[in-house]
């Protein structure tokens, strides 16, 4: 009779937890030179918390960290890949044990403490969270830290603006944020309206009730513009966040997250004192443990899972500089899974 997976497995994690045993990962040397390595647990940032890793995702701030152009890496060498999902191999923790699926998303994992594009991690317990019931593993990175975001960004609409108030506007709408909260907000009953690049039929089919062609849309000249969002996701900031806080309907509000386009904003106090308009900032790297967990929440009851095959690419570790070419270039759309387990 063979031997079964599962104790092959077994065999494996006791092999890596009693030995040196070495595996694989995407290791930044400099910032220049990067590549797959093969290395051993002695290599890991310190933690409570071995986890094997199963799949991580290629998020835009990975793309940063490869290319090496801006400094996200704080040190090196370092395993970028800001989030992962796996199973617990081993925990000092007792909130955590072996065989518990786990999320995590930042904390500077992948930036300063090494993260996911390895086959282990060892990290603080703090900042993982049990996979929720109703998500696989696989499908809690087609989501990743974009997706996650995405329901930050959807959380603070749904609290602040009444679908009565009008439309959403969402750019860089078919990149992973924007893909994920055009289908969260429209199962929310939001009326969304996406602004992007790419294929019409890709964002009516993630809910968006229209598409701009963003060559079509007319960056605003004035500081107050006439009113057409109730709301907007901004994932690209620059001359398109500079135009839609001029546009916004008195009272709106605009979640700031993301710098596809530019890190610059110019604009002036008017929208915001005479509209009484919000711009709010989200962040989900540092974000507390109750915020994560309502987003994953929201995740679970409001995505239509049935998408996520529809706006996933997979990847291996070996893609993953091409990819990062590829992102910063505004050519990746939908959400990138990496495949990491055996
Ligand atoms: N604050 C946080 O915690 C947090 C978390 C996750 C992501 N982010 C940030 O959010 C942004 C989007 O992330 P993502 O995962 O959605 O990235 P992504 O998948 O690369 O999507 C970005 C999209 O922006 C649009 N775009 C790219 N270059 C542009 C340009 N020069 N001008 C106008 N639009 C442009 C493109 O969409 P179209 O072709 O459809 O227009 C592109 O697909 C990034 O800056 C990322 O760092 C922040």
Redesign the pocket.
Known sequence: MGTSSSTLQNMEIARFMDNNEKFKAFVMESNTKKGIKIIDKSFLDDGDVFVKISFSSF???DGLAISGKTPILRKFPMIPGVDFCGKVINSSNKSFKKGDKVILNGWGVGENHTGGFSQFARVKSKWLIKLPKKISEKQSMIIG??GY?AALCAILINENVKKKDGKILVT???????SIVINLLSNLGFQTVA????NKSYLLKLGAVEVID?KDYKIAKKPLEKQKWAGCID??GGE?LSSVISEIKYNGIIAS?????SHLLHTTVYPFILRNITLAG????YADKSKRIKAWNLLERKLDFSKLDFIKSEKNLSDLKTLSAK?LQ?K?KGRTLIKIGT
Do not use: E, H
Request: with cysteine; net charge positive; charged share 10%.
């Open positions: 998020n835009y701030k830290s974009a975001t860089g709408a078919s990149g992973g944020v924007g602004l992007s690049a790419k963003r994932t690209v398109i997250t993301g710098l596809a386009s989200v962040d989900c790297v992102i505004g990746i």
